[in-house]
């Protein structure tokens, strides 16, 4: 009596449920770029799309598996460490040269002048509708001084504050 294997599929099943290429009856073949291809078969666009891959299997870009997480958080931390390395480097000198130094002299800041409220009143000018609305209500009663008295007042404060400072 000869032993019958019974076959319940035509071809071996596989993870993806693909028909493998007629060499992989015995379940080993492959699965081709023809094979993934081969159901798009006379849609618009086939032309291009099989060129492309034909072009790129013959230039067998072959893409390798990612790293582990543990390998490429060392990678990552060392290319971290150059980066930051060549970061630090540029101001070694600098450091060494303030270490060095008896004193530490920082940048000299501009001289500001001293501003008054008044200056700043003078130069106010309303922007916004709320603004507006507040300085002519301000003239409408007096309480608001022109620009002309106000650049007077100034002159007199600047003159006063010369004199005081001698």
Known sequence: MDHVELLSEAFPESEFNINPTPNASDGQGLITVEDL????????????????MHQLDKKGSIVNAPLSKAVQERVDRKAG????S?????????????????????TQRPELSATSTAELVSKF?????????????LQ???????????????GFNK???CIHNT
């Open 86 to 106: 060549e970061e630090v480097s540029k101001w070694q000198e600098i450091v060494k040269t303030n270490r060095e130094a008896p004193t530490l002299v920082f």
């Open 37 to 52: 291809i081969a159901p798009l078969q006379g849609t618009t666009g086939f032309g291009s799309l099989r060129k492309r």
């Open 125 to 137: 000018e309303p922007c916004t509708d709320l603004e507006k609305q507040v300085a002519s209500l």
């Open 159 to 161: 003159v006063r504050n």
């Open 140 to 154: 409408e009663n007096g309480f608001a001084t022109s620009a002309l008295e106000q650049e007077n007042e100034l």
């Open 81 to 84: 460490y150059e980066q930051t």
